[in-house]
Structure formats: C-alpha cells, structure tokens
C-alpha cells in the first residue's frame, strides 16, 4: 500500500520560522464515521519529510474545495497562534483568572489577548538595540527575543519614562528623584 501512494513534493513557506521546506504530500477525500453520528465527507493530506527529519503526519479538513497546499499553510499558520495563546497563559494569566462567574472571565479573556498586542506593539516601538535585549538562559541558547523579554523591555523603557513623574519641571520637585539602577531593572522587569 505504501508502495501506491502517489507522493507529490511541495514547496511550503514559513515552516515553523526556519523559511521553505520542500515535503511530499499525499493527499485524497474519504469519509469520517462516528457511532452515532452523520458520516462527514474529510479531505486528507498525508505529509512526509524526504530526509526523515520528522515523522509523517496527517492532516484533515472538512473543506474538499481546499488544495493540499491551502491545508498546509493552515496547518503551519496555527503555530503563531498557539504560541500566542501560551505566552499570553504563562505571562499574562489567561485561564488563571480569579473571577467567580463566567461573564467576567468572558470580559477578563480578550483584554489580557489585548495586553498581549499591546505589548507586542510597544515593544515594536522600542530602539533596535532594546528589541534585540534577550534574558540568558543558562541551559539553552535563544536566537529571538521572546515575549517574555518583549514582556520586560516594554517594562523598562514604562519605568525610565519622564511621562510617570509627578513634575517635569525640575523648580516644582520637592525631593529627589530616585534612578533605578540598570541591574536592579533587568532584575525586576524580567522577575515579574
């Protein structure tokens, strides 16, 4: 059966930030069956990597008007979105949030998916060279800055802004005010 299968290579874009990968691809309709349920009509795409670098996966789609090659850009599209949906879990709390009824949770979701933009924004905005700033792991080296480091220089460059003190002018201070060192910054930007 394997011998039969009709493997066509495909040239796919944006594979997982690494740019174009060249895969092979099967693909057909059939049909899917549930005890108890309508059988429901699925387009299938079968997709196996020429230097073995991953295991074969397959793909469905209840779509048959959509080409294989739509179906895998999906297919590689929705990895921006789960990374969105993790980091904005891990760093800004969805799905932890402390409300006790659903509507709350319901207006509490899409404000901190907001946050989350937001912040991507800001730190868009940043210089190159704080852009560029990523926290050192000691047990793996990164190659882009993350949210989380997104996260802490958006903090940073909010701390060091003229806009939070009480009074621009310097003649209507009535104390010093305090700097916070580089160091204890970059601690507490990326501790939070």
Same mark, same amino acid.
């Given at each position: 059966?394997?011998?039969?299968?009709?493997?066509?290579?495909?040239?796919?874009?944006?594979?997982?930030?690494?740019?174009?990968?060249?895969?092979?691809?099967?693909?057909?309709?059939?049909?899917?069956?549930?005890a108890?349920?309508?059988?429901?009509?699925?387009?299938?795409?079968?997709?196996?990597d020429?230097?073995?670098?991953?295991?074969?996966?397959?793909?469905?789609?209840?779509?048959?008007?959509r080409?294989?090659?739509?179906?895998?850009?999906?297919?590689?599209?929705r990895?921006?979105?789960?990374?969105?949906?993790?980091?904005?879990?891990?760093h800004?709390?969805?799905?932890?949030q +402390?409300?006790?009824?659903? $509507? /709350?949770? &319901?207006?509490?979701? =899409?404000?901190?998916?907001?946050? @989350? #933009?937001?912040v991507?924004?800001?730190a868009?905005?940043?210089?190159? +060279?704080?852009?560029?700033? $990523? /926290?050192? &792991?000691?047990?793996? =080296?990164?190659?882009?800055?993350? @949210? #989380?480091?997104?996260?802490?220089?958006?903090?940073?460059?909010?701390? +060091?802004?003229?806009?939070?003190a009480?009074?621009?002018?310097?003649?209507?201070?009535?104390?010093?005010? @305090?700097?916070?060192?580089?160091?204890?910054?970059?601690?507490?930007?990326?501790?939070a």
């Amino acid at each position: 059966m394997a011998e039969e299968t009709d493997w066509h290579r495909r040239t796919v874009p944006g594979w997982y930030g690494v740019g174009e990968r060249v895969l092979e691809v099967a693909s057909a309709t059939a049909v899917w069956r549930h005890a108890g349920l309508p059988v429901v009509p699925i387009h299938w795409v079968l997709v196996r990597d020429p230097d073995d670098r991953f295991a074969p996966q397959a793909l469905l789609c209840t779509d048959l008007s959509r080409d294989p090659e739509q179906i895998l850009t999906w297919f590689v599209r929705r990895w921006s979105v789960e990374v969105t949906f993790q980091e904005t879990r891990t760093h800004l709390g969805v799905e932890t949030q +402390r409300q006790w009824s659903d $509507k /709350a949770i &319901a207006r509490t979701t =899409p404000c901190l998916l907001a946050l @989350f #933009s937001i912040v991507t924004l800001l730190a868009a905005r940043l210089p190159a +060279r704080e852009r560029r700033e $990523k /926290a050192l &792991a000691a047990w793996y =080296p990164i190659a882009q800055p993350t @949210f #989380s480091d997104a996260l802490a220089g958006v903090r940073r460059a909010l701390w +060091r802004e003229r806009a939070l003190a009480t009074s621009r002018r310097r003649r209507h201070r009535t104390k010093p005010r @305090f700097a916070l060192p580089p160091p204890w910054a970059y601690a507490l930007c990326n501790a939070a």
